[in-house]
C-alpha cells in the first residue's frame, strides 16, 4: 500500500506543472486525497484537496485561482494542475490519504493522516 508522487522540477516564475499522485495496494475512490507541501523549518500544509467523490474541493487561499486537483478513478490517480507558479510555491510536495479532507485544513487533524508518498520537488525560480 503506497502513494507515488511524481511530476515535480524546476519551472520559472508564472509557469505550470502537473504533479501526479499514483497509488497502489489500495483503490483510491474509497478515500479523500490531498496535497501538501513544506518547506524547512515551516509545518507542512494542506495545499488541496479532493473527496472520495470528487463532489468536494479544498484550496488553500494562497493557491486558489491557480492550482485545480482532479481525480481519475480509473488510472487510481489524484493530479494537481498548478498554473502562475510563485516562487513562495518553492517546497516539497506530498499526497496523502485520509477519510476526509479535514487534514488539509482543520488545525490539528494533519497529524491523524496515516498513508503519505515520499514527496515530489518543485523549485520556482525567478
Known amino acids: 500500500v503506497q502513494l507515488v508522487e511524481s511530476g515535480g522540477g524546476l519551472v520559472q516564475t508564472g509557469g505550470s506543472l502537473k504533479l501526479s499522485c499514483a497509488a497502489s495496494?489500495?483503490?483510491?475512490?474509497?478515500?479523500?486525497i490531498g496535497w501538501f507541501r513544506q518547506t524547512p523549518g515551516k509545518e507542512r500544509e494542506g495545499v488541496a484537496c479532493i473527496s472520495d467523490s470528487g463532489d468536494f474541493t479544498y484550496y488553500a487561499e494562497s493557491v486558489k485561482g491557480r492550482f485545480a486537483i482532479s481525480r481519475d478513478n480509473a488510472k487510481n490517480t489524484v493530479y494537481l494542475e498548478m498554473g502562475g507558479l510563485k516562487s513562495e510555491d518553492t517546497a516539497i510536495y506530498y499526497c496523502a490519504r485520509d477519510f476526509s479532507c479535514a487534514g488539509a485544513y482543520v488545525a490539528g487533524m494533519i497529524k491523524n493522516i496515516k498513508l503519505w508518498g515520499q514527496g515530489t520537488l518543485v523549485a520556482v525560480s525567478s
Open positions: 495496494g489500495f483503490y483510491l475512490d474509497n478515500y479523500a
